[in-house]
């Protein structure tokens, strides 16, 4: 498994402001992900951060809206730019394990509403 | 367009029966499969995973059954305990030729294990 600290925990913004959630590993790993969930929906991968490289943005997701730092091997953030009440979600940090990353541990994510 | 359902919203099991919780997916290359378990205000917590050329796992309490031609997998928890009571999800993977750590989630089952 993976210790996996992510903060703020939740918060609440206004219309238009920007917000970086910070995600720490307590180990080195080449990749990792964020997922986001939105009310009453199923957990959805935003991007996959490598250390070294641009992110990579699923279909949906921009970077201008979501950038995604990834400096260290065991750090990343995601900011989420120029907020509407459509953001408000669960955004949530991973990191896999296995040859494939194909088994997943999550932090305990950030609950985020916008007003 | 969802491709992993878990049709169920909610469950509720007296404590020492057995929980069955199921889902059902579309997509048929999907090889790897797994299953969550969320507390309120933390972030999912993985329980067990199967992988295709298997069909079925058993770790305790939790077992888990994969049927490929129905394109169906379940999880039964033997006894339920009220510890058990949680939102559980459903998740599945493409490995191969795929993009490393995207997991397809169903929306969450939400089991209540009664005293």
């Known amino acids: 498994s993976a210790v996996i600290s992510q903060k703020p925990s939740r918060d609440i913004c206004q219309r238009g402001t920007s917000l970086t959630i910070q995600c720490q590993v307590d180990s080195q790993v080449t990749m990792m992900f964020w997922y986001r969930q939105q009310p009453g929906q199923s957990l959805t991968l935003i991007a996959t951060a490598n250390q070294g490289s641009e992110a990579t943005y699923e279909s949906g997701f921009v970077i201008d809206k979501f950038p995604i730092s990834r400096p260290n091997l065991t750090f990343s953030t995601l900011t989420v730019s120029n907020m509407s009440p459509e953001d408000s979600s669960i955004y949530l940090c991973s990191v896999g394990r296995g040859s494939l990353n194909e088994k997943l541990f999550f932090g305990s994510g950030t609950q985020l509403s916008v007003l | ?115």
Request: charged share 20%.
């Open chain 2, 1 to 115: 367009d969802q491709q992993v359902k878990q049709n169920s919203p909610s469950l509720s099991v007296q404590e020492g029966r057995i929980s069955i919780l199921n889902c059902d997916y579309t997509n048929s290359m999907f090889d790897y499969f797994l299953w969550y378990k969320k507390y309120p205000a933390e972030g999912p917590t993985f329980l067990i995973s199967i992988s295709s050329i298997k069909d079925k796992n058993e770790d305790g309490r939790f077992t888990v059954f994969l049927n490929k031609s129905a394109k169906h997998l379940s999880l039964h928890i033997v006894p339920s305990q009220p510890g058990d009571s949680a939102v559980y999800f459903c998740a599945a993977s493409a490995n191969r030729g795929s993009t490393l750590g995207r997991l397809y989630f169903g929306r969450g089952t939400q089991l209540t294990v009664w005293p």
